[in-house]
């Protein structure tokens, strides 16, 4: 997807009737409320459901005292960002906005604080408010990695303190904390006396977590486990596509069972590599709110586009070239994709995008239900990153469009399974082994073998419900699109 620069003044001038500039009304000061008037600018240009928040409407800055007085109606910018999203419970559950936009860019790249556990939390059998965690897996050359800590193991206290919906958040955000493991005891955790101390630091993630290509009665099947959208390592991506071609594999299994999203460029990279027979169509639109999509379509309905590809181009902001090389496609007709309720945003867009061309089948449970993008706005004159406000550091995520596919459809609850089969707690498996119990059932129904025992034997007799609140981590579920829309908005995300 190659970057769009918009240099028309034809544009501008459209463009600039959509949004109003309080800058150029002298009657309007909003030295105190900067950051609210950002907040609000941002908002009427972009966001999604717009039409749907009677304060965000065109007319509610064309009188000065009216307009100070909602800026000043929260002292909070977060709390008079919250005001002004749409049916936070049931429509809008991802636009947010942060105070440090430094962290922000860094996430995109891959770099966050960790202590090199990744893990899920979900409510204890019977109760509403006490929580405990599990291990997931744990990243490579990290703090963790290095102690007596494994993929499965449960953990219902931190320092000592009992997780609860209340709580988790502050606790699992410290730097430093020992974390006190428990045995899952059907749901109710008890504590074993283990405990492990572990230290946050600055860690760069490659999302491809493994590659490996398993040889089955004479069958090459390839598997790559893909954890995050991250386009730093679209390289890397491509390589395990070369390694897997170069064994000859037949058949691939995408493991997207805790991605949770990511570049849509590097999606769209992707879809090419599982496929390559169609370069040049349609692999996913978008769609913006009213006013910006009447624009797009009359004026440039190509602007909408992300289409195959059989080149990965990425550059920076500035045009300059960052990594230019052939994508290595595997021409596959049918993919299997491993999912769960953590697969999310760009994990769905790939099963979306390539609906309508090959058989993709899933195996696991119901991915999350994202089907929207969100965009990094700044304060400043054309909310890029660029001449950006030095009184403050705040940025904010909202809403600005969907993704639907060549059909013009998403699937706004999440994809339901081709093969149910949801992961267990007392039956975890080691990921990438073949007798894991989610790549064991694929592997079974590509193979058109009967599954092992480990999968027909598994009995949840209490399952488990994932807590259903804000991750701790809020980049986890973001999506960006690498392009420059008008007025150089820098950074798109999904």
Known sequence: ??????????????????????????????????????????????????????????????????????????????????????????????????????????????????????????????????????????????????????????????????????????????????MNFADLNGGNPVSNGMSVQLTKTAYQENPVYITNTFNINGEKIGYIMYNSFTSTYDSALNAAFAQIKADGATSLILDLRYNGGGSVRTATYLAGMITGQFNGQLFTKERWNNELQDWFETNHPDWLVNNFTNEIYNTDTNGNVLLQEAINSLNLSTLYVITTGSSASASELIINGLNPYINVITVGTKTHGKYTASVTLYDSENFGREGVN????????????????????????????????????????????????????????????????????RVENNPLIEVDLPALDRFENTMYVEKQLPYDFGRFNN
């Not at 997931?136 to 449960?154: F, H, M, W």
């Not at 949801?422 to 193979?447: C, H, K, M, R, W």
């Open 1 to 178: 997807m190659k970057i769009r620069i918009f240099l028309m003044a034809a544009f501008v001038t459209a463009f600039s009737l959509l949004s109003c500039n309080n800058d150029n009304d002298p009657n309007i000061d909003v030295s105190n409320v900067e950051v609210q008037d950002f907040i609000w600018r941002g908002l009427n240009t972009y966001y999604l459901w717009k039409d749907n928040v009677p304060n965000l409407a065109n007319t509610k800055n064309d009188n000065a005292t009216t307009y100070l007085a909602l800026l000043n109606s929260y002292s909070n910018p977060a709390d008079f960002f919250e005001s002004l999203i749409y049916d936070r419970q049931n429509t809008d559950k991802w636009s947010w906005i942060v105070d440090d936009y430094v962290a922000l860019e860094n996430s995109f790249q891959g770099i966050s604080k960790s202590n090199g556990v990744k893990y899920g939390l979900v409510y204890e059998n019977g109760s509403t408010v006490n929580i405990f965690g599990y291990v997931r897996y744990i990243l490579p050359n990290s703090d963790a990695a290095t102690k007596n800590v494994q993929r499965g193991y449960i953990f219902d206290a931190i320092n000592g303190v009992q997780l609860t919906v209340d709580n988790y958040s502050s606790l699992l955000a410290n730097d430093t904390y020992t």
């Open 390 to 457: 030095p009184n403050h550091t705040w940025a904010m995520q909202p809403i600005v469009l969907e993704e639907v596919n060549k059909l013009g459809v998403n699937d706004k609850d999440g994809f339901d399974p081709t093969y149910e089969l949801s992961e267990t707690l007392t039956n975890f498996g080691q990921l990438g082994d073949v007798n894991e119990p989610l790549l064991a059932y694929t592997i079974s129904i590509i193979t058109n073998t009967p599954p092992p025992l480990a999968v027909n034997s």
